[in-house]
């Protein structure tokens, strides 16, 4: 695609995370779409980023980035929607990357479907090498709105039922809902797309792998895996979801959540990882 259609802008917020950072960046001006921009936040990196950074900007002037210590990715995410002046915006974790065509299937669907806010596609798992794990997640296949939220809290088992690495949005839809919510440190995606839903709008789904999702051993996901399940479920009891709804997603679906998956794992190696998992929390 040219660089026709309107400007959409990438937010990366980045810390320490030189290994990674030119694969993610890459992925983001070798888009098959052109009319872009890339906004790196960086917090102070002490590991190499910044000459990476400094390379990368010289040679492609869509690339901006700003290195200074910061309160954390949130405040740096919500800085770079300060600075975004795309129409479309988009925000990726600087160890994650996108496949080549994800910018120009996300506009190409929000210039069809103007009645959505924002789109959302699926994700493969990679290793830090970027190999294939055999696994993946996707965005939720129902009906994204507000009338949906309790059931969509209720089926989605583990994972946000919005991949904040493949979410693309109008930006002035997007944020009339307000920007991330720092109280939420870990699970900012969670609250912000139930913000979205819960003011009106509604989020469409692409069936597709949009980005690549890197599992490595300092994620925070894996970090901070006991603080995302208490926001997680402060985020259930503001919906209203009590003991018997925790136990139809604890079950139902668990099951749907797995079945559903195209990209899930063999069932008896997902056994084996979840008792690894349990094992390891005990």
Not at 150 to 168: A, D, E, P, T
Not at 203 to 216: D, E, M, P
Request: charged share 25%; with cysteine; proline share 4%.
């Amino acid at each position: 695609m040219t660089g026709s259609g309107p400007l959409v802008s990438v937010i990366v917020p980045t810390f320490n995370r030189a290994r990674f950072i030119e694969r993610c960046v890459r992925s983001i001006l070798d888009q098959t779409y052109r009319n872009l921009e890339c906004i790196v936040m960086d917090g102070g990196s002490k590991d190499g980023s910044v000459p990476v950074l400094e390379n990368l900007a010289a040679s492609d002037p869509r690339l901006k980035f700003v290195s200074k210590p910061d309160k954390g990715e949130v405040f740096a995410t919500n800085e770079g929607f300060d600075q975004a002046r795309g129409e479309i915006i988009g925000v990726q974790a600087s160890d994650d990357f996108y496949v080549p065509d994800a910018v120009e299937s996300a506009v190409t669907f929000l210039l069809s479907h103007k009645q959505y806010a924002g789109v959302s596609g699926d994700a493969i798992y990679v290793d830090e090498s970027g190999q294939p794990l055999g696994r993946g997640v996707i965005t939720y296949r129902g009906i994204m709105d507000r009338e949906h939220i309790r059931r969509i809290l209720m089926v989605r088992y583990k994972s946000c039922f919005v991949l904040h690495g493949s979410f693309f949005g109008w930006k002035d839809r997007v944020l009339r809902h307000g920007k991330l919510d720092p109280s939420h440190s870990v699970t900012p995606d969670w609250d912000f797309y139930l913000r979205l839903l819960e003011g009106g709008e509604s989020i469409g789904c692409l069936r597709r792998v949009q980005y690549k999702y890197t599992v490595h051993s300092d994620m925070g996901a894996t970090r901070h895996s006991r603080k995302v399940e208490r926001e997680r479920k402060a985020l259930h009891e503001r919906y209203g979801l009590g003991i018997w709804h925790e136990l139809v997603r604890s079950s139902f679906g668990r099951v749907l959540s797995y079945t559903s998956n195209p990209y899930r794992t063999p069932l008896v190696r997902g056994l084996i990882r979840e008792l690894k998992t349990l094992v390891g929390k005990t």
